[in-house]
């Protein structure tokens, strides 16, 4: 697959940014790589290398239960030389997916974060086979090391002909307070798709717009 994504920030500070990506994939492995740029000034800003591995994928008969893992290689060629590891492991019971995910920079060798999370679907549905569909969940993510710290979520998301809206409410859990409130309209017209975005903190707003596209 290749592919590419552009970027504007809109407000405070008008800016672009453009990443290329080429990507294969064959059974359980996908291998890719990743070009950034800077577009206002233009200018390289990284490169890098990934391995991806589908460990296991286990689902009850009921479909109610569900376990994966995952492995990722990932090597960092411009500006810097440096590589890490990442294990994801997922389990699912019901509408609640917990994971884990560790990272363990190779060059120089060491441990670098252990992070978990937890989802919980609050609901999912449809008006018809051809209506508008609507989806919310509660979520709350930690980071156990090198410090502790952690944030919970709740997002509501509407769909209808490839078009999506998104808002997402996210609190700090230590201390806590309010985080942002992200809004999003995606346009998905497969291989191309579009989208404009607002997060809004308790410092200035922000406004993004992007495209992308990918071909097999």
Do not use: R
């Amino acid at each position: 697959t290749l592919g590419s994504s552009t970027s504007f920030d809109l407000f405070p500070t008008p800016g672009g940014n453009e990443v290329l990506w080429l990507e294969y994939s064959f059974g359980m492995l996908t291998l890719g790589s990743e070009f950034y740029f800077t577009i206002l000034p233009l200018g390289l800003d990284s490169i890098d290398a990934y391995a991806d591995a589908d460990l296991f994928d286990i689902k009850s008969d009921d479909g109610l239960m569900s376990s994966s893992g995952q492995l990722k290689l990932w090597v960092g060629i411009v500006p810097s030389f440096s590589a890490n590891l990442t294990g994801t492991l997922s389990f699912g019971v019901g509408p609640l997916s917990l994971k884990s995910t560790t990272v363990i920079d190779l060059l120089p060798f060491g441990f670098s974060s252990q992070g978990i999370s937890a989802t919980l679907e609050l609901f999912d549905t449809s008006l018809g086979d051809n209506g508008p569909s609507f989806s919310g969940d509660l979520g709350g993510a930690f980071t156990l090391y090198p410090t502790f710290s952690g944030s919970a979520w709740i997002s509501l998301t509407a769909s209808m002909d490839g078009i999506t809206f998104t808002s997402k409410t996210t609190f700090v859990i230590v201390p806590f307070g309010f985080g942002s409130q992200y809004i999003k309209a995606a346009f998905d017209f497969d291989p191309f798709s579009f989208y404009v975005s607002a997060t809004f903190t308790t410092g200035d707003p922000q406004a993004e717009a992007g495209f992308s596209y990918s071909f097999p």
